[in-house]
């Protein structure tokens, strides 16, 4: 058995190194991982340690407590205090180990995210302008949101129900669909609900059909599934429907952007709306109508959503990320209710239900009517700044895709290419992606330029279209 | 060529039922869809239509538009407008079929969730109480978080850095573990990170270790993927290892709560630490620590997480669900920057990124010191309420697993049955669940309630005890 001499202090103490008790429990855990003391060796009571060690015995005491805690050391009633009999001293300290190479599972595919840059004029898509955000009403629902004493529950997987409720009105208002609350799910984003859907209807005995040119990251969401992928080309009718047979493997869901067609800006065309949903029903495939900037329109009045048509067929994608802003994350998917109960349940066992604070905020200001009247000033200012790209772009490039959304497609004539136009403009930071960016197969032959326009303000829309021309003359 | 009479109106105008503009364009698509008109046929002119209808040419033009912009319509230059050659009649109106069973590739689980009650106590466990929640602070960090103008950016799947900086102060200060932000993933709640982990570690090819009892939502998490689950019983040391190599396949990960256990509430003791470190290190399987109530202790000393043993095996899962409240949605992972990377990578193909506001609002609440404050003041209300379910319950049941979390169990005599007295307070709108609940195997002739002690108020707690002795009285 173990003498007080056994516990000499072999490094001194530092009271400006932190809790001298840790210190002294890290000092006697070395000393047991050294071997100097054993499995079962009796401890020498707090009162004698403080002494032997010149520390007060509160901080003996501590010590001792934390390696009893830590199972280190063992108390037998009336007998004292042992080194624990499992106190293995292989791993007592952190491991110096290298760190291994995990073998995960699914290969990690690096998302096709659009990076923050610090560039002078950014017309990548998708990216909306705050210039006209109410920030002080927005800032009043948050407050108003987190003014309510949150509860112990944890929230519902298809999200708050005022927010549905919110949703379902303005939809009703704004896109003619008469839905309930219960067939809305609202989403981390109209990824999450693809990535949901996806979950749902794809794997590797299944196919996939995808626009092409397409949203790259909802390509991703479907290909790693490990569905076999369609990509269906575009013209300016929207999604070319006459290979959708082509697939090897029954169809899991096919993904389109059927109000402004993604990136190339068209729309798909009644007739093959009428072609696409029969398509889908005879093969019992979902479509996926990702609405991810439809409440922009500007010269034409709205059309139908594809979910109005075929409602038992369609989960309608709807997003904040661009009528609010991106960083907001949420979005909603409308659906038949069995889709949009088995998106919840996929959700649930993934996080549970969507973080309420926020969701609340938005039902506030949805109901004030400041959510439509935001986007009402929105489109005003996009329109001006469409049309500021219009006036301003050289006439050997056409522009086209602008009747809606937030960007329009450049094409350039074949003299010119929009690869080496993209990659100079980056130079001079200014970004515009080349089309082909967005391109999988045949598509390839596109030679144009994606301009986003809502988020440059008109000052950067003129430099950046200045810079744009300046590129075209040098053909 | 239809004359003006084709267009002879079926039904009537109703200045109640929304836009007269719609109603016109819904009978016109009507009337194709009947077959009265048929693709090519000229429509009348706007200004003829209107008077034979006895509508405004506005009303009459828009209308129009519609059918245009639907492609229904088509317009040639100098020739007048036209029914489109592709406006099939097939599919113009809304599908009145009946919902398809659409055949999803996964089977849908039923996540594990605790529903939201008006019970009159609810003893369920993981639910913090918001007695002390400092409001007004946060709704202060909310507010400022919303005054600034958000960006137009999707943000960062690692998370928001300021948040990513200050876990690893608050780490660094209450948990003694030195981690750098690019270790740091923010998550959706703990759970989140698990599924995450799942998908990257587990499939039919792998197995998983878990325990029981345990967490129900995180083994549906882990059991969905497909892998081998086996079941490590708990007894008063956490989690009993010496069945771990009985899986068939290879280990990819190992579920634990070793700073205390859930529903048990025993702590993972030093030895089995350090031996299940080596066995994972051994066979390359990732140590998932769910540390989800871990903040709170009461007698006794911290114990060092196990991600502090050895950094580059164990993923660890924080969450601010209980400190803070679950509606929040917010936990974050600590691990190997390997590991946080490719969780971010899954996750950029699921969300983009979580959401901005609320993660900022989080930031500056621990920044001001006010989530340690507020940890504090829970610490010293739940150790009241520990011992007052201590103090009031029946001396025939016995009270453990109370060192630190938010629950204990009541271990009950062999002569009472847990189930039927949690059944029967059920009753009484007195929830305190069966510890079989969050069994699955041998578990099973555990006899105990489990009992969350945060959520209810002392008087609250009074009168649940109280049934719960007066149940206990029957046997």
Known sequence: ????????????????????????????????????????????????LAKDLGLSRGTVTTAVEILLAEGVLAARVGAGTFVASDASSSALLPSRKRAPKFEFVSRAIEPDIDQKTNSKVDFRPCRPSLETFPLNTWRRCVSQAASAVPDSDYGDPLGNVRLRDEVVSYLRRARGMQVDPDQIIITNGAVHAMYLLSNLCLDRGRSAVFEDPGYP???????????????????????????????????????????????VGSRLSLGRRAELVSWAEKHGALIVEDDYDGEFRFDVPPLTPLAAM????????????????????????????????????????????????LQLALSKFIGLGEYERHILRTRRLYAAKRNCVADLLHPQAKLTGLESGLSGLIELPATVSAAEISARLEGQEILIPDVKKYVVGEAKQRNALV???AEPTLKQIDQGLRAVNAELERF
Do not use: W
């Open 310 to 357: 075929a409602p038992h067929q369609v989960v309608y994608c709807g997003t904040f990320s661009k009528t609010m802003f991106p960083g907001l994350r949420i979005g909603f998917a409308v659906a038949d209710k069995s889709i949009v109960n088995a998106m919840a349940s996929l959700r649930g066992v993934a996080e549970y239900a969507p973080s309420e604070p």
């Open 217 to 263: 990251l909802a390509r991703q969401v479907f290909s790693r599934t490990g569905a076999e992928m369609l990509f269906a080309p575009i013209d300016e009718n929207g999604m070319q429907l006459d290979r959708l047979d082509e697939a090897r493997l029954p169809p899991g869901l096919v993904y389109v952007t059927p109000s402004h067609q993604f990136p």
């Open 1 to 48: 058995m173990p003498h007080v001499s056994d516990f000499q202090v072999r490094e001194g103490f530092d009271r400006t190194k932190g809790s001298l008790s840790k210190q002294l429990a890290a000092q006697i855990r070395r000393q047991i991982e050294a071997g100097d003391m054993a499995p079962g060796d009796r401890i020498p009571a707090t009162r004698q």
């Open 451 to 453: 301009c986003g326009y």
